[in-house]
């Protein structure tokens, strides 16, 4: 009998989705088929009240004081590129990032330095993924325009008190941006008791909902510092050529992925029902398992915090003697394990983490529907493959 193939690229996007995501995707795709907002027929409000729905869940399980505030994009790179696109306009602007950020903000910051020749400041992270929120306030100038940093490491799970940085930068009224990729779905957020102005995250990742999903929080009041990098039909004031200002139209032009978003509205209903403290507490218990297991195991690296408090399911390991490519084939040819091997998009973060000149490493991500034995099946591998290395 075949393996089974057990998934673990959840950071890359979550699979398996729950059931009653597919249901809801085949509901839309076999009965409504219509546009949101775009008629008044009957199939049409039911496609505009999956959207507000799909809002409204979305608001409630981010603290957020109105559904309105959630803008839907495509994926975290879209929310990521509107936010700091749409803020960044002048060209005497000085950015505040870190070194472990997806290259979804490092190249944006990228072209905005050679677009608009702005200045940027990468915050050293220690060799366990951390930044010292202290370190912003170092690092603030006259004319700094934006604080943006990642919440969860993609590469190897720190997470970083985004609490303690987010009350340096509006104690400063610098605007604060938080990639939240990793994080939304895994950990509770309020986005009311963190002074968080903007919080991009995608749908297709730990909210459960399939591709082509994600969302840009903006706190009430900050839209109008935004400026929307797209115009066009909203499908209200259509009797006016100028984009609308109100919320979400302001950021929503062209028609929806109704589809995707039916999908992800089943997400975050599963996730609401199941309670974050319950998801939560089972990828801490598969943290502990897979740091516990891989412990002193001779050739195995295993990088990134080792306190579960401070981290979520994403573990970069390597083994001595393979190339990370390399590991991830041995991985799925001989255990059936589902890897990502490389440099997760993260140049910076493998540097910080000495893994840039290896070549990166292999990343085992985590996902509600993961097992104690699929973390012990996982680790078992890594140990088998490491003492063979070892006995060569
Ligand atoms: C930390 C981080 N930021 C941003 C992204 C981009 O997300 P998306 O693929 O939804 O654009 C990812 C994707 O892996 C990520 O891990």
Redesign the pocket.
Known sequence: MAKRRIYFDN???SFPKPPGVHDAMMHYARHIGASAGRGAYHEAVEASEIIHQARRRLAQFLGASQPESIIMT???????SLAIKGLITEPNSHIITTTM?????LRPLSALQEQLGIEVTYLQADNEGFIDPEDIRQAIRKNTRLITV?????VCGSVQDIASMGIIAREYDIPFLV????TVGHLPIDVQEIPIDML??????ALLGP?GT?VLYIRPGFETRLRPLKEGGTGSTSEIPRQPDFLPDRFESGSHNLIGIAGLNAGVEFLLERGMDRIRSHEVELCQAFLSHTEKVDGLTVYGPCDVDKRVGVFSVSIGGYEPGELAAVLEQQFSLLTRSGL???PYAHETLGTFDQGGTVRFSMGPFLSQEDVAYATDALKQIAYATDTN
């Not at 950020?101 to 903000?105: D, I, K, P, R, T």
Request: charged letters at 10%.
């Open positions: 950071a890359a996007t495509f994926n975290c790179t879209d929310g990521l950020e997806h290259n979804s903000v990642v919440h969860g490491s993609n990639d939240a990729a990793q991009a995250f995608p749908g297709h990742k591709l994600g997760h998009c993260a």
